[in-house]
């Protein structure tokens, strides 16, 4: 069956410190992929998606992902992390394309937690 | 633009009862509306997917005569959870798509619904 893996289930640091959480999934054909990051209390919000194209994808709050096909991967990153992205991140990908019945698989999340 | 509501946000209810909780997306017709449940320390679950105007298609282990949804219009969907048991304590969150000018994959996510069954 598909699924999509976050390695990191809980992750610590310090304010200024660069971030990279994992994510992978186990699909062969084309996929979307997805970046979501949920703040204590608040719902789901997209940080950064992709379809196609560069795999280099910028995001908002200064997040930054990186397709790899070849290893099935879309790794979260960010330079320099502050207290205001502790929070918990999930990675999602729809299987199949752009049309169609369509459905997010959702990886498990990871918590970060940045000290101040 | 893309927002989308659910109420309550938050439900206590007695073991028995039924609770329905309302999703609406706000500012755009959604082709399509997902409902999914959210464990403490989990992953989002996908329970159903459900297009206006035709019945839900639930996911494989979801009971579709425990948690009811109706798609009644593009705007609106039902999730109603009935004979309400601690165990089906979570909290539910929806989802809306088919946002003209997105990707028909892209969804929106409410705020979730916590629900606590006494």
Known sequence: AQSVSQHNHHVILSEAASLELGCNYSYGGTVNLFWYVQYPGQHLQLLLKYFSGDPLVKGIKGFEAEFIKSKFSFNLRKPSVQWSDTAEYFCAVILGGSSGTYKYIFGTGTRLKVLA | ?118
Not at chain 2, 9 to 36: H, N, P
Request: glycine share 8%.
């Open chain 2, 1 to 118: 633009g893309a927002v989308v509501s659910q109420h309550p946000s938050r439900v206590i209810c007695k073991s028995g009862t039924s609770v329905k909780i309302e999703c609406r997306s706000l500012d755009f017709q959604a082709t399509t509306m997902f409902w999914y449940r959210q464990f403490p320390k989990k992953s989002l679950m996908l329970m159903a997917t459900s297009n206006e105007g035709s019945k839900a298609t639930y996911e494989q282990g979801v009971e579709k005569d425990k948690f009811l949804i109706n798609h009644a219009s593009l705007t609106l969907s039902t999730l109603t959870v009935t004979s309400a048991h601690p165990e089906d304590s979570s909290f539910y969150i929806c989802s809306a798509g088919g946002l003209a000018g997105t990707s028909y994959n892209e969804q929106f996510f409410g705020p979730g619904t916590r629900l606590t069954v006494l």
